[in-house]
């Protein structure tokens, strides 16, 4: 039975962790670097330990302090969250060999689907379609155009290391895919330790939209529905939402079974996601599995009534998964706004700094996933995230009035954020009309006056 | 003083003028006074900031840490070593021998003040300062974090 849990993160997830483990009746230890010392889930855990300096390399992702702290303080469990360690083989590898139940698949779920190569010869053969490219790793640029020239340009570059949006480049031609193999290499060399680079065709204007998964440690695993997250920048998702207004249901469930494949075929346990592009024709493709809870999970909570980062526990736990695939049922239209520090007007410039006013909205559908407080500094050494808005209603109409209406009654003074470029977007037809594709955000920017977000 | 009433003092001292309030008991020093932006800053001397549970069985919640922020100013010549590391301290090399530094001590840089424990590897950790222990500020056997202060140090 898990009695304590180390929370191996920080910000929003960390919060969310605390109250998860509240309700569950379990005890919550806060690990934390010199610059988190005032922040809100540090002060709700039962207990805390620093771990170190404010940097990342010499705080969150130090796993040696971490299974220090874990053993000193005798827990049972860690949750690393998203980010940092959730997805290091080797921690969870770590966890496993300490008996301390790591709240996440096992390690070896985690290697396969962390090299995107193996990953998707490993769906492929479970028949889970993937975007046409290298089968593995190429080795030289020359190699890259030959298979360019079979799949047909554009073709997208990614890193075999990569993920997250990260390490990918995009080339029109064979001198252009030449020039880039080369960059891509670099890039990936310096940013993941590892220059081994895949080629995929590039589907243009696709949807991302992702399957959540759930597996128990007994081989069941079902799906919970996707979540549509074209709405992105520079790879990094702003808006989430569920269902997508593009999926039918007979293509839902087509996605649905290929998802639950994928994750059979990792071996899966625990909560992970199942990335899939969509193109125009409804065409979808494999990209890659996030073997952790996500950021925009409350997206499928609030669609689905199941809280999934206590199912993360209870399946940590050897319990069995209490749902079968026919209990799952979506009975609202979600949509979910990352706030972040930033200044949309003046091309998104990090605006760190100390939170004057905090007000959150309230009122029914209406969720705010967030540890900010009047009177927070925010650290300029994380992630730019202070929250999240996640609204919902009985349809995708009432979804968005809602989340217009919570963004207009959302203060934060003292920073920047970029409240006033969700509503922005709530306003658009373009998304109103449910036709957001990943190129939406360019177009959306290009068209707009940056004065229409301050 | 348990958390519970320092936050209710906090409470107070935000809804009222009063600008510091000070309290002795015990060998625990608490002062509260207004920040510069108007909120209470609170700052206590010595503030265990873990409680290990086998030392409180029967206790509630252990208290959540309380941030300590710069010292008051009245600690010229007077340094802290700092726990580099998570784990558990002991004031020497075995059961059987003696402490590696006391009240008095003189220290270098390079010498070995007492050992961490982390992961079944005892780690000596060095003063990085030169000068004379004050005191021990943990106890043996004691968790700690890390940034946690051990001894205090006065500088040479």
Do not use: W
């Not at chain 1, 290091?88 to 996440?104: R, T």
């Not at chain 1, 003046?346 to 959150?360: D, E, K, V």
């Not at chain 1, 050494?381 to 609204?391: A, E, N, Q, T």
């Not at chain 2, 710069?70 to 002991?90: C, H, L, Q, R």
């Amino acid at each position: 039975m898990i009695q304590k849990v180390l929370i191996a993160n920080r910000g929003e997830i960390a919060l969310r962790i605390v109250r998860a483990c509240r309700e569950l009746g379990i005890k919550t230890l806060a690990v934390y670097s010199e610059a988190d010392v005032q922040s809100l889930h540090v002060q709700l855990a039962d207990e805390a330990i620093c771990i170190g300096g404010p940097k990342s390399a010499d705080s969150y992702l130090r796993a040696d302090r971490i299974m220090s702290a874990a053993e000193i303080a005798d827990v049972d469990a860690i949750h690393p969250g998203y980010g940092f360690l959730s997805e290091n083989a080797k921690f969870a590898e770590q966890c496993e060999s300490c008996n301390i139940k790591f709240i996440g698949p096992k390690s070896k779920s985690i290697k396969i689907m962390g090299d995107k190569a193996i990953a998707k010869d490993t769906v492929k053969k479970a028949g889970v379609p993937t975007v046409p490219g290298s089968d593995g790793p190429i080795e030289s640029d020359a190699q890259a155009v030959k298979i360019a020239r079979t799949i047909g340009y554009p073709v997208i570059i990614k890193a075999v290391a990569g993920g997250g949006g990260r390490g990918m480049r995009i080339a029109h031609n064979d001198v252009s895919l030449a020039k880039e193999f080369f960059v891509a290499k670099n890039e990936a060399e310096k940013a993941f330790g590892n220059g081994a680079l895949y080629l995929e065709k590039y589907i243009e204007r696709p949807r991302h939209i992702e399957f959540q998964i759930l597996g128990d440690k007994f081989g069941k695993i079902i799906h919970l529905g996707e979540r549509d997250c074209s709405v992105q920048r520079r790879h990094q998702k702003l808006i989430e939402e569920s269902p997508s207004p593009f999926l039918t249901p007979d293509l839902r469930k087509k996605m649905g079974k290929a998802a639950i494949r994928a994750a059979e075929a990792a071996e899966y346990e625990n909560a992970g996601t199942i990335e899939f592009l969509v193109d125009a024709k409804g065409n979808f493709y494999f990209i890659e599995m996030n073997t952790r809870i996500q950021v925009e999970h409350p997206v499928t909570e609030e669609v689905t009534g199941i809280d999934l980062v206590k199912q993360q526990i209870k399946i940590a736990n050897g319990e069995k998964l209490e749902f079968d695939q026919s209990d799952i049922t979506f009975t609202r239209h979600a949509i979910e706004c990352r706030i972040n520090a930033e200044d949309p007007a003046r091309n998104f410039a990090p605006s760190p700094g100390t939170i004057g006013l905090y007000y959150a909205p309230g009122g029914l559908g209406v969720r705010v996933d967030s540890h900010a407080y009047s009177g927070y500094t925010i650290p300029p050494h994380y992630d730019s995230m202070i929250g999240k808005l996640i609204c919902s209603g009985k349809t995708r109409k009432e979804a968005l009035e809602r989340t217009y209406r919570a963004l207009s009654e959302y203060l934060v003074r003292g920073i920047k954020t970029t409240i006033p470029l969700h509503k922005a977007i709530m306003a658009d037809p373009v998304f109103i009309e449910g036709k957001a594709t990943t190129a939406y955000m360019e177009d959306f920017l290009s068209r707009t006056t940056p004065d229409l977000f301050s | 003083m348990d958390l519970k009433q320092i936050k209710q003092i906090i409470e107070l001292m935000k809804r009222s003028d009063l600008s510091e309030f000070a309290f002795e008991e015990d060998g625990l020093k608490i002062k509260i006074c207004r920040g510069a932006n108007g909120l209470p800053v609170v700052s206590s001397t010595p503030a265990p900031v873990y409680i290990p549970a086998q030392q409180a069985p029967s206790a509630p919640a252990a208290p959540i840490p309380v941030p300590v922020p710069a010292a008051s100013g009245d600690e010229t010549g007077v340094t802290y070593i700092k726990s580099p590391m998570v784990g558990t301290f002991y004031r020497s090399a075995s059961p059987e021998s003696k402490p590696f530094a006391e009240a008095g001590t003189k220290v270098t840089a390079t010498s070995v003040v007492c050992i961490i424990e982390a992961m079944k590897i005892m780690n000596e950790i060095q003063a990085e300062t030169q000068g004379a222990i004050i005191e021990a500020l943990v106890e043996n056997g004691q968790p700690v974090e890390y940034g946690q202060k051990l001894f205090k140090v006065k500088i040479n």
